[in-house]
C-alpha cells in the first residue's frame, strides 16, 4: 500500500480564524497571518463556505472578491473546518473540508473500496 502524501496536512479551524486577501489572487490568511495560496478546488470550497458563488467570483477584481468572501465569514456559523495545506514554503491550501469529511490519501484503499462498491 502507497504511503499517505507526505506534502498535505490538515489543520483544523475555525470559518473566522481564516480570511480571504487579494493579493497575490486568490490568497488566503490563518489566525497566524501566514499567506497560503488557494488552488482552483479550494477558492470553490472557500467561496461555498462564505455563501458567494465560486464562478461570479473569479470574474470580479481581487479585492472585491476578498471582501465579498471575508463578508461571507463573518456571517457563517464558526464551524470547525479542516484546510488541508502543504507543509512546506510556499504554502498552498489545496483543499476545505468540514468536520463530517474523512480523507483516504491511500490510493489502493480507496480503489479496493470502489472494486467492492462495483
Known sequence: MRKPRPTCWPGCCAAGAFWARARPPRALRDGSGRPAALTHWSFEQLATIAGAPPKY?????????????NHGLQR???????????????????????????????????????????
Open 57 to 69: 467570483l473569479r470574474t470580479l477584481p481581487a479585492s472585491i472578491a476578498s471582501a465579498a468572501i
Open 76 to 118: 457563517q456559523r464558526r464551524e470547525q473546518h479542516q484546510l488541508f495545506t502543504d507543509q512546506a514554503a510556499p504554502w498552498t491550501v489545496r483543499a476545505i473540508t468540514s468536520p463530517r469529511y474523512a480523507r483516504v490519501h491511500h490510493d489502493e484503499l480507496a480503489s479496493r473500496v470502489l472494486d467492492l462498491m462495483a
